[in-house]
């Protein structure tokens, strides 16, 4: 993949009798909402927008409520209600919901003068915990959630490693060689940005990915020995004894004893397929796995319960996006902490943060600001990786970027802004301070820019950049 559509969301609500206008953002990948092999990325891009569309359709009808919280589960609702007599992926259903939703909580706190940590402590947004966990009965989201300024203002980047990511520059051929003064093999990477947390992908065939985790355990024990990382499954096993025979032939590896402790290893993502991760079937399978790692699901939190099931099947806990939804985040990280309070001899629960390619001006500066304020430390991050900075912008957002976030974005050696990752860690204080991560409203930057209405944005303005 060369190149990903990213799209701009502006609304227009009326928050008390003010108008107030929001924005939020995101690229649009394909191969994730919907992991169908034999769709053309037009037919994935169609239906992407296709939920989009209709959760702003359905935004516009929907009567005044009450809160935030009220409108968005009244949108959600009805999104997934479409969703079901469609028969449309549950987490294509969300992310349509979850632009609206953002692009609200951004408006909200501009029209209140707040920030998105002081509105959460406050519960300014309304979020009613037992409408989605009942356990959490007349508590809030500051029962459980770390108060505005208690943690530092900082996030530790967890550097995904692809399936064919190269390990050393070596590895990287004359012709696959990146002439563009970012770094490309992860060994250049941890030099460059000093990461020593990571994600790897498994591939799934057992021979392949030991030679690849013989071969990182290696780089890391020399570059970085105080690493850790999570794996993630990519949904590659169909039943939680395929993932326990592979899972036991790995640990027999001798090159892999000390990469595989307790001291490197954080978890597992999602090891089986969505289809079957959250069946029945799966808690007398992992109960019988007494030594298993802990795992997580991604994929498979498809719904508002999904976290609820997981837990009760036996997971360590699940992931949070922006674009799975950010209420529903808020809800689960509650309900993790609720559970661990009223059990503190079980595991620790565990909610990752996730989300390979995010990128700024605004979708991945409110996706820091949601992680932080949720108490998550450690966020997979790559846009900075596969994307030089903020160079597909224009020059306009660069300079207004650089101006109100230079935390977080400094210049390369061609004066393009990117993400400045030092020590592995982003500074994000400029962040928390804005309204829900941007300083800036983009339209107000570019007041020459087209915003199309809904009824009329096309599958061809996203393939030919217009949008």
């Not at 037009?42 to 929907?62: D, K, N, P």
């Not at 030991?210 to 990182?216: K, P, Q, T």
């Amino acid at each position: 993949m060369n190149e990903v559509p990213h799209l701009f969301l502006r609304a227009e609500l009326e928050i008390d009798g003010q108008p107030a206008i929001g924005i939020s953002a995101d690229g649009l990948p394909p191969k994730w909402f919907t992991k169908v092999a034999e769709d053309t990325p037009e037919e994935e891009l169609s239906g992407i927008l296709e939920s989009i569309t209709h959760a702003a359709r359905t935004a516009e009808i929907i009567a005044t409520q009450d809160s935030l919280f009220d409108f968005w589960k009244e949108l959600y609702h009805q999104q997934i209600e479409w969703a079901h007599q469609n028969d449309i992926a549950p987490l294509l259903a969300q992310f349509g919901v979850s632009l609206i939703e953002r692009a609200m909580i951004d408006a909200f706190c501009r029209a209140k003068d707040t920030t998105f940590a002081q509105a959460l402590a406050q519960n300014r947004f309304g979020i009613r915990l037992d409408q989605l966990h009942p356990e959490l009965d007349s508590r809030s989201p500051a029962d459980y959630l770390p108060a505005p300024n208690s943690q530092a203002a900082t996030l530790i980047t967890r550097h995904t490693i692809g399936l064919s990511d190269p390990i050393r520059a070596s590895d990287i051929s004359e012709a696959a060689r990146a002439d563009d003064g970012l770094p490309q093999a992860l060994e250049d990477c941890i030099q460059t940005y000093w990461v020593n947390w990571f994600k790897i992908k498994l591939c799934g065939d057992l021979q392949t990915d030991l030679e690849r985790m013989a071969a990182l355990a290696e780089l890391f024990a020399q570059q970085v020995p105080t690493y850790h990382f999570t794996l993630d499954g990519n949904e590659q096993f169909k039943t939680i004894e395929a993932f326990h025979a592979y899972w036991d032939q790995c640990l027999a590896d001798p090159r892999l004893d000390d990469f595989f402790s307790p001291a490197h290893l954080l978890f597992v993502e999602q090891p089986l397929h969505r289809d079957q991760a959250l069946a029945d079937h799966v808690a007398a399978d992992l109960t019988s796995w007494s030594e298993s790692p802990p795992l997580i699901i991604d994929e498979s939190d498809s719904s508002l319960q999904s976290c609820a099931r997981a837990l009760k099947l036996g997971y360590a806990g699940t992931s949070h996006k922006n674009c799975k939804g950010i209420f529903k985040s808020i809800a689960n990280a509650c309900l993790l902490k609720h559970r661990a309070q009223h059990d503190p001899t079980a595991a620790l629960p565990i909610l990752s943060g996730e989300d390979l390619v995010n990128i700024g001006p605004v979708a991945l500066l409110q996706d820091l600001t949601v992680m932080h304020a949720l108490g998550i430390k450690h966020v997979e991050r790559n846009g900075h990786h596969y994307m030089r900075g903020l160079s597909a912008f224009p020059q306009e957002v660069q300079a207004q970027t650089l101006q109100d976030h230079a935390d977080l974005y400094q210049t390369d050696q061609e004066n393009i802004p990117c993400v400045h990752i030092k020590g592995g860690k982003v500074n994000i204080q400029s962040l928390l301070d804005a309204p829900f991560g941007t300083a800036f409203r983009i339209d107000q930057v570019m007041p020459d820019w087209t915003w199309l209405s809904v009824n009329e944005i096309k599958v061809s303005h996203l393939l030919n950049g217009s949008v």
